[in-house]
């Protein structure tokens, strides 16, 4: 197994305000892994330091370690983690900023001087994947919320990066836009690309993740698959919905 | 929207680098030789300029929204401090200040953003601050629009603007929006590999017939006026 992302003794706080503590994570190549927990428990927190957002970009007292795929968070560029990690963010008007579609999908291939063909064909494949290639030379201020959500996952994805983290990536979408979103996240990790997701939608976590990590109080409380996580009695302790097909068992209990 | 309004129109067609230049040119001209004799041929040109370029003057009129009043401010003060030559100055003086914006909006609504950063960073600009720049000409309609959502909601709970109060219950929530939001776009700006320090920004702009006419004709017409 080959670790790409290690987390070893974390603390990060904003002054005396603590947001994660004590996190010792291990993420391996392949993996697709769902991160659940009431809402201030630090999950978007927890998805920003593995990138190197936290702390290059963004201040705080951080103490542990970061080696995203051997590289120290603490003195790696985030544009150098980039190479292999792509985010998406939870709010899509927030980091879209181009006047076209085609602009939005490319940024991320320019900054990295790609070849122009390679830009076209990476820009031409991520929007017909999302439907948006009859758009693309349109503003994205002209789109829906959901088509908004699509384009910032496809800008990332063009990326083709190693590892992909999302912050609710199906908040802005309706429940068969949120199943196709999944659908595409499964089949690009069954090619082999690790995907970390913070959802609220514990459904769609059941069939798609292979682990679950539970965010309780700023630290990791569990850590396993769907099954075992999703169907605990504490999800429902902390406000989370438990998925309709783990519902009989915890009658049960 | 303060942003670019698509079209087809010869000065939409005119090169981003060749419209900065005529836009420098004619601020040049306001600063220089403000008087009423020059100022009024010159707001025909303006609004000459929005003919052609398809834009209606209802856009800026629009865009401005309160502005206006800032424009007509200088008639009143003008005429408090000067009762005698006041209105002249302060017609000269607002006019001034509505042509100066005009012709800027015009440049904004005619040329592609994309366009506008490459020919500043053409003009040496530094490519961090033509980067802001159009970053902020970009995100103008957006907070516009979050203005326009904050009113709603702050009149909804019983919000009325006073005349001569700040408007805290709009600014606060204004502020606070647009300094997340930029932070966000910060992160994720970065997280695809933008690299603040290194900003490249290839120039694909290309000088057609119309514009090597105009780049003759700027030198022309500046050594005739000055």
Redesign the interface.
């Known amino acids: 197994m080959v670790e790409l992302i290690g987390i070893r003794n974390l603390s990060f706080s904003y002054g005396k305000k603590e947001v994660l503590k004590g996190i010792n994570l291990s993420i391996n190549k392949g993996e697709f892994v769902g991160i659940i927990g009431p809402v201030g428990s630090g999950k978007s927190t927890l998805l ?1 330091i593995m ?1 190197g ?1 936290i702390p ?3 201040n705080g007292n951080f103490d542990g370690e970061v080696h995203v795929r051997g590289m120290d968070t603490k003195t790696s ?3 150098e983690i ?2 292999s ?3 998406v ?1 939870q ?1 899509p ?3 879209i ?3 076209r579609l085609r ?1 939005e999908v490319a ?2 291939l ?4 790609l070849p122009a063909d390679e830009v076209e064909r990476r820009v031409n494949k991520y929007l017909s994947l999302f439907g948006l290639q009859s758009m693309k030379d349109e503003d994205p ?1 002209n789109l829906s919320e959901g088509q908004k959500q699509k384009l910032a996952v496809a ?2 994805l063009a ?1 083709e990066p190693e590892l992909i983290l999302l912050d609710e990536p199906s908040s802005s979408l309706d429940f068969g836009g949120a199943l196709e979103m999944y659908k595409l996240l499964s089949k690009l990790n069954r090619k082999g690309i690790t995907i970390i997701v913070v959802e609220h939608d514990t459904e769609m976590l059941v069939e798609n993740v292979g682990r679950v990590l539970l965010l309780k109080d700023n630290a990791i409380e569990l850590d396993g698959p769907p099954a075992e996580v999703l169907s605990n009695p504490k999800i429902v302790k902390y406000g989370l919905k438990v998925p309709c097909i783990f519902r009989g068992r915890k009658v049960k209990k | 929207m303060i942003a670019f309004i698509p079209g087809n129109s010869s000065i939409h067609r005119v090169d981003a680098r060749v419209k900065i230049l005529y836009l420098a040119f004619l601020l040049l001209i306001l600063v220089t030789k403000g008087s009423l004799e020059v100022i009024l041929p010159f707001s025909f040109v303006t609004l000459l300029l929005y003919r052609v370029s398809g834009i209606s003057l209802v856009q800026p009129l629009k865009d401005l929204g309160k502005g206006w009043l800032f424009i007509m401010l200088p008639i009143p003060l003008h005429m408090l401090v000067n009762p005698g030559a006041g209105l002249y100055f302060g017609v000269v003086s607002s006019l001034f200040l509505l042509n100066m914006i005009l012709i800027s909006l015009l440049n904004i609504y005619t040329t592609e953003i994309k366009s506008l950063l490459q020919a500043l960073v053409f003009f040496k600009v530094p490519s961090e601050l033509a980067f802001m720049l159009t970053i902020s000409i970009r995100f103008l309609p957006l907070m516009q629009e979050q203005m326009t959502r904050i009113k709603v909601s702050q009149a909804l709970r019983g919000y009325e603007t006073k005349s001569l109060s700040l408007p805290m219950p709009l600014i606060v929530p204004l502020m606070h929006s647009s300094l997340k939001r930029a932070m966000q776009l910060a992160i994720s700006l970065e997280s695809r590999g933008f690299d603040p320090e290194n900003i490249n920004v290839a120039i694909d702009l290309e000088l057609h017939k119309m514009d090597y006419l105009l780049l003759i004709l700027l030198p022309i017409v500046f050594f005739a006026l000055f």
């Open positions: 920003l990138n957002v290059n970009l963004i560029k985030v544009s980039s190479k990690v792509g985010i963010l709010d008007n927030s980091q900023f181009s006047l602009d940024f991320a320019e900054n990295r001087k201020n800008s990332t990326m």
